[in-house]
C-alpha cells in the first residue's frame, strides 16, 4: 500500500482551495474587479478621486435602484436633499450592472454596489 494516491489528492485539493482564494471562487473576474474598485471609494472623497478610481465621467442617474438606496439613508438622516447620483458600469455586465455614488457637491456622501449577484 502507497500513500501517494492520497498525498496528490491533498495537493490538488490545496491548488483547488489556492486558487479559490486567490480567483474569489468562482467569482466572476469583472465583478470582483468592481467591487475592489468600489471598495476603496470612501465618504468624503472628490469627485476627481472617485474617478481616479472608477474612470473618467460617471454618467448622472436617476435609477431607481439609487433613488431606493437614497430613501433608505435619508431615513437615517446622512443625505442631504442635493444628493446627486452617478454610476459606473461594470464592463461586460450591460445596463444593470453598476457602482453608484452619490454626491453632495463635490464629495462622497453615499455608494452602491447595484446588482453584483446577478
Same mark, same amino acid.
Given at each position: *500500500? /502507497?500513500?501517494?494516491?492520497v498525498s496528490?489528492?491533498?495537493a490538488v *485539493?490545496?491548488?483547488? +482551495?489556492?486558487?479559490?482564494? %486567490?480567483?474569489?471562487?468562482?467569482? !466572476?473576474? #469583472? @465583478?470582483?474587479?468592481?467591487?475592489?474598485?468600489?471598495?476603496?471609494?470612501? @465618504?468624503? *472623497?472628490?469627485? #476627481?478621486?472617485?474617478?481616479? @478610481? +472608477?474612470?473618467?465621467?460617471?454618467?448622472? /442617474? $436617476?435609477?431607481?435602484?439609487? +433613488?431606493?438606496?437614497?430613501?433608505?439613508v435619508e431615513?437615517?438622516?446622512? +443625505?442631504? #436633499? $442635493?444628493?446627486?447620483?452617478?454610476?459606473?458600469? %461594470?464592463?461586460?455586465?450591460?445596463?444593470? %450592472?453598476?457602482?453608484?455614488?452619490?454626491? !453632495?457637491? !463635490?464629495?462622497?456622501?453615499?455608494?452602491?454596489?447595484?446588482?453584483? !449577484?446577478?
Amino acid at each position: *500500500m /502507497t500513500c501517494r494516491p492520497v498525498s496528490v489528492s491533498l495537493a490538488v *485539493m490545496f491548488a483547488w +482551495l489556492l486558487c479559490c482564494a %486567490v480567483s474569489g471562487c468562482g467569482r !466572476d473576474a #469583472a @465583478i470582483a474587479e468592481a467591487e475592489a474598485k468600489c471598495d476603496k471609494v470612501k @465618504i468624503g *472623497m472628490t469627485a #476627481a478621486e472617485v474617478e481616479a @478610481i +472608477l474612470g473618467p465621467g460617471g454618467e448622472e /442617474t $436617476s435609477d431607481p435602484n439609487l +433613488l431606493g438606496v437614497q430613501k433608505v439613508v435619508e431615513k437615517e438622516g446622512n +443625505l442631504p #436633499a $442635493s444628493t446627486k447620483w452617478k454610476k459606473w458600469k %461594470v464592463p461586460g455586465k450591460g445596463e444593470r %450592472v453598476y457602482i453608484g455614488v452619490a454626491f !453632495d457637491g !463635490d464629495k462622497v456622501v453615499s455608494k452602491a454596489k447595484v446588482n453584483f !449577484d446577478e
